[in-house]
């Protein structure tokens, strides 16, 4: 009789396993074990099995036996198997347990929403280090189940899972040092809270693209919660008070913190804003990605002074007070201005004279062009010589060389005087 479409489209992971790490398919390499094909595979040369075997996308439903997984498998540590149709967690039991090395475990994108993992099989992961179930709507109830039952796990990717509250767990899981949570509906600092019961020992924990609106605990709480907490990623959440910089003090081990775009900041320009954070975030070494260093930790603070000093006294912060207490009061900075010097001169041609006003940014040879024009000479070639009030006595002359130098840099001044001396005899044409 022949199969249904339905059962003709269920793949095993066991199949797809042969399939793709053939000799045909696969070549030999370093860190790949060469192991005879399992009993289960259609494939009956060997297979080339690298200890990190990635399956992605291949439209695996099932294990197949795990006996015949086990055969193969015993070598391997990491296990993609992101896009695939897994849809029971007693099938990717059978595959996890006939790993019994695994320590990576990527399940993203696989349609886990109203599958419960049942306590009794939660075991079989106890090996794994590293979980990744991004997309998949898997509920808190089985995340709880595995973390209760996977006591080395060190990271956990929960990105993409439409939470928009965090449940509590009867027990906490004290390994976890990495919590990447991005892209979810978190709005509350009530929820957030929760995690630092949940993970003790959380070192990393990547908010990203949620709308978590402010951090609302006080210090006591914070130091207790996340006694931990390292490195925080808020990048675009809802965070609209300086206040709420602040509070991210209060975190006692916190180093590296990632801020942007935050409604908050959306006013400022680009150096403001970091300016500005850094200098709220005094033990922060790693501002948005970068290296915080000792010499624009400081020019933050002093911009910090400066940005607020005409602000009310009762609008001041603390942070405020203690940095004037470290620089004392700072001038404001002078303004610079940019526009193009310009200075005037006497040129002196033969005893024709001409007071004439230099633009400082224009080049020797702009100058040289200029004052053939003025002084309506007939060869092609002079040459110029600066002599200047205060310094010829001492220096001399200064012959005008190289046609692409600025004037600014031979410091020409007002009163100062500019010798054209024809190469080839010309006579300076008197002004009319």
């Known amino acids: 009789m022949d199969l249904s479409s339905d059962e003709e489209e269920v793949r095993t992971f066991i199949q797809v396993l042969s399939e793709k790490y053939n000799p045909e398919n696969f070549p030999y390499g370093q860190g790949v074990v060469f192991l005879p094909s399992p009993p289960g595979s259609p494939d009956k040369g060997g297979l080339f099995l690298p200890s990190a075997l990635v399956l992605s996308d291949s439209g695996i439903r099932k294990a197949g036996a795990g006996s015949d997984i086990a055969a193969v498998c015993a070598h391997v540590l990491e296990l993609d198997l992101s896009f695939n149709q897994l ?48 997309n998949t709507q898997v509920s808190w109830d089985t995340v709880h189940t595995l973390t209760q039952h996977t006591p080395e796990l ?65 210090k006591k709480t914070l130091e207790g919660l996340f006694p931990n907490l390292r490195s925080i990623n808020l990048n675009n959440s809802g965070l609209s008070k300086w206040m709420d910089i602040e509070r991210l003090n209060f975190f006692p081990k916190l180093e590296e913190v990632k801020a942007k775009g935050i409604p908050l900041l959306q006013s400022y320009s680009t150096q403001e804003r970091r300016s500005l954070l850094l200098a709220q975030l005094p033990s922060v070494m790693f501002l948005n990605g970068s290296k915080v260093s000792e010499g624009e930790r400081e020019d933050a603070e002093r911009f910090f002074i400066r940005f607020y000093q005409d602000c009310p006294a009762q609008e001041l912060s603390d942070r405020y007070h ?25 040129v002196r041609c033969g005893d024709r004279v001409e007071t004439v006003d230099l633009r400082l940014e224009q080049t020797v040879g702009d100058l040289t062009k200029q004052l053939r024009a003025l002084l309506q000479l007939q060869t092609s070639g002079i040459r110029l010589v600066y002599i200047s009030q205060e310094m010829s006595s001492v220096f001399g002359p200064e012959e005008l060389k190289g046609s692409s130098r600025a004037l600014h840099s031979f410091n020409i001044q007002d009163g100062d005087e500019i010798l054209v001396i024809p190469k080839s005899k010309s006579r300076c044409n008197s002004s009319d």
């Open 87 to 134: 849809s029971d967690w007693d099938e990717i039991g059978t595959i996890v347990s006939s790993i019994p090395h695994l320590d990576f475990l990527n399940l993203s994108m696989n349609p886990l929403s109203g599958v419960q993992l049942n306590p009794s099989m939660a075991d079989v992961f106890s090996k794994v280090r590293r979980l990744v179930l991004i």
């Open 154 to 218: 060190k990271e956990l990717f929960l990105c993409l899972n439409g939470f928009n509250s965090v449940s509590e767990s009867p027990a906490a899981c004290p390994s976890l040092r990495l919590l990447q949570i991005t892209d979810n509906q978190l709005q509350d600092w009530s929820e957030v809270r929760k995690f630092g019961l949940l993970y003790p020992s959380l070192s990393t924990l990547v908010l990203a693209n949620n709308s978590v609106g402010s951090v609302s605990d006080s």
């Open 322 to 346: 203690i940095l004037v207490s470290k620089y004392g009061q700072l001038a404001p900075l002078a303004e610079v201005d940019l526009r193009p010097r310009c200075t005037t001169v006497n």
